[in-house]
């Protein structure tokens, strides 16, 4: 096991004397100013990002003494949103900022991926990064420039972090690029890429698209890197300023002798084991030559490290074997994908459902139709909105053969939903059209590489088996890579194994068209262009194959949505009869709802959504809402009633709010003294409509309308 000393190696520091540094340079056509020395002086590192009128606060802090007894770098990531930055006071109970949302959670992993490949090797002592948003324009998105400060406020402090990155979002609008576009311009655009890079190298991509080609976003990332390098430049020039000398870590190693030891007892052993296909066997048989390693060497060495060098003899051969003879260590060529399995309608009441099989990888997805009531709410400082579609994403902890307590929902499933999601948003049909709220639940049951993916390619599945009419189907995939510096191979749909020894996860999911979603998470210091470039074109050839795979099973949605998803209808309301169907208080659609038992949701601009549990119960509310919002045709014969009579004739209701008048000369082909003799208020009278003058008036003949009905007799 590596342990690292921090030895503290701390000058004058600029803040023990109160200087403010500022630097700025134009991005976007807007001032991004950096600026250390004037707040938090306390934390090892703090800068205060502005972007136009957004002002973003990070800072980060290092632990003096490193963890005793762990593996794994200590790094946290906090972003924090403060809604007085849109000058709102939170909702709920007690008006105060809760725990993190899942935006702010995004966001935190936004930051912290590209970032903690840039640490050294060893490293255990904590450190933690807090993005805080003070001011939002919803303009400038903080995201962003949560990751440039985070870089910043490493790169000028003493911990030892050397490397500074840039970071950018690069929109797409009527096919023009845009960098860090508005909030209006991203979701109004067919892109929304984040790309980080450090001088040559690219360290992270997050990306959706409306079907993007792959030359078009290489094109976007191309010049996303132009811009994270005028980025970098300018934390160059802040550190000149005020940077600290770094921390020195020392590192200290097993003894070469003790890993040579282990090693040539459990090499030979492991050779075979770590290419048994199955991860169950295989990871039994690898436990097994761990304890014979433990019982053999006694106290000569300890569990732990016999264990470390276990893995690191794996990692050797795994890689190796990738690298130099393009073998992996379940059998397949570098370009091959695992058996893959597809079965939908596997649950009877639910609205869709499939299983998906991807080798040892497999979710169970179930789509599920909902009502405009259902949508999600979503409360932040760029605004109150709401979500029609929704992606969650649940890893139990059976799917990799462990037992660990379940604690809600953690990090990576929402970050690995939040992908699954956004792949697949694209192809929804628009809500004119498809007048539902969707919700997916992809159940992982088992995981060995790649779930997120699986979840792209089982939600397609899901969507068409409930009758969603998407435009395209979508799948999913991730390509690996192992490089030794000099040498790299790129491989297609990667194993649990191969993402923990491998140095990139290249996740995309698309269409045949084009892309839709991409997330890239790496252990090594970047990518070049080259190798971006190859994994984009690897991952098509593998996402059209997957598709013909899926294809097969369902190749379009179903034309009829299940018997037990409810029944909507959306028609267009005059606005000005909106208030005949409200009425007086609410009195009139309360009525209609709890005649029919259906919903009715109706906007300001006369859309008017109805649903029900059933076909009958919004056909009725239909006809009633219809009857009340129906306009008068002139020509068209009415049974109307006598509201009130006058010595000039009588007027007539036809329809809620419709009334006119019948003149007396209308009343029959002879002559009238008394409209009594005809008839009384309060009675049913047919009428034509045979008018209506300039101010709108209604004008009915009953003579006419008799003479129409006994010559449609006479002719039947």
Known sequence: MNRVVLN???????????????VETEIGGRLLSLETGRVAKQANGAVWVRYGDTVVLVTTVLSATPRENIDFFPLSVEFQERMYSTGKIPGGFFKREGRPSSK?????????????????????NDVQVIATVLSADNENLPDIMGIVGASSALYISDIPFDIPIGAVRMGMVDGKFIVNPSVAERDKGDLN?????????????????NEIPEDVMIQALLQGAEVCRKLIELQEELRKKVGL?????TSYEMAPEIVEKVKGFVAERLKPIVFIPGKKEKSDAITCVIKDAIAHFGEEVSAADIKAVVEKVQKEIVRKSILLDGKRADGRGLLDLREITCEVGVLPRTHGSTIFTRGQTQTIAVATLGTVEDEQLIDNIEAKTTNRFMLHYNFPPFSVGEAF?????????????????????PVLPPKEEFPYTVRIVSDILESNGSTSMASVCGGTLALMDAGVPITAPVAGISVGLVTDGEKYALFTDITGMEDNFGDMDFKVAGTRKGITGIQVDMKVLGLSDEIVAKSLFQAKQARVAILDIMEKTINSPKEEISAYAPKIQVITIPTHRIRDVIGPGGKVIKGIIEATKAKINISDDGTAVVSGPNHEAVNQALEMINYLTAEVEVGKIYMGKVMRVTNFGCFVEVMPGREGLVHI?????????????VVFEGDDLLVKLVGIDDQGRLNFSHKIALREQESAKENN
């Open 8 to 22: 503290k190696n701390r000058g004058p520091h600029f803040k023990e004397v109160g200087v403010v540094i500022r």
């Open 104 to 124: 702010e959670i995004l966001s935190g992993r936004l930051i912290d991926r590209p970032i903690r490949p840039l640490f050294p090797k060893g490293c255990r």
């Open 193 to 209: 890429v984040v790309v980080c890079c450090s001088k040559d190298k690219t360290l992270m991509i997050e990306a959706e698209g």
């Open 245 to 249: 000398p770094k921390t020195t870590f």
């Open 405 to 425: 307590p379940l604690r809600g929902t953690g990090r990576r499933e929402i970050g690995h939903g939040a992908l699954a999601e956004k792949s697949l948003k």
């Open 665 to 677: 000369s209308q009343l029959a082909e002879n002559r009238v003294n008394r409209v009594e003799d």
